[in-house]
């Protein structure tokens, strides 16, 4: 069973910075993409950020220029730079694996970590 540790979020300002780190499970980190997700209330999971084993990265075009998606392959751990951040960008984050794999087990997130953008 995959598991996620999400942490880093919280209150920030219109324009500010935070940094999110995801803690994975070490076969999980080792075997997959991993990618940052968001869900913002009454809206549906959305993903926003990639990068495969080797390091290689796709952003979402909704914040691209603005966040960055970074592995620490030591530390099993991926992180999200968020810079320039928008009230729009409010949403609780997840981390976990890249869709589209068959042998991956979708149902396992961790507990997001929640991100507030005051205008």
């Known amino acids: 069973q995959a598991q996620f540790v999400e942490s880093g979020g919280g209150l920030v300002q219109f324009g500010g910075s935070l940094r999110l780190s995801c803690k994975v499970s070490g076969d999980i980190f080792s075997r997959y993409a991993m990618a940052w997700y968001r869900q913002a209330p009454g809206k549906q999971r959305e993903l926003i950020a990639g990068i495969t084993v080797r390091g290689n990265t796709n952003i979402d075009s909704s914040v691209r220029g603005r966040f960055t998606i970074s592995r620490d392959n030591a530390e099993n751990t991926v992180y999200l730079q968020m810079n320039s951040l928008k009230p729009e960008d409010t949403a609780v984050y997840y981390c976990?694996?890249?869709?589209?794999?068959?042998?991956?087990?979708?149902?396992?997130w961790g507990q997001g970590t929640q991100v507030t953008v005051s205008s």
């Open positions: 976990n694996v890249v869709p589209g794999y068959n042998d991956y087990d979708y149902n396992y």
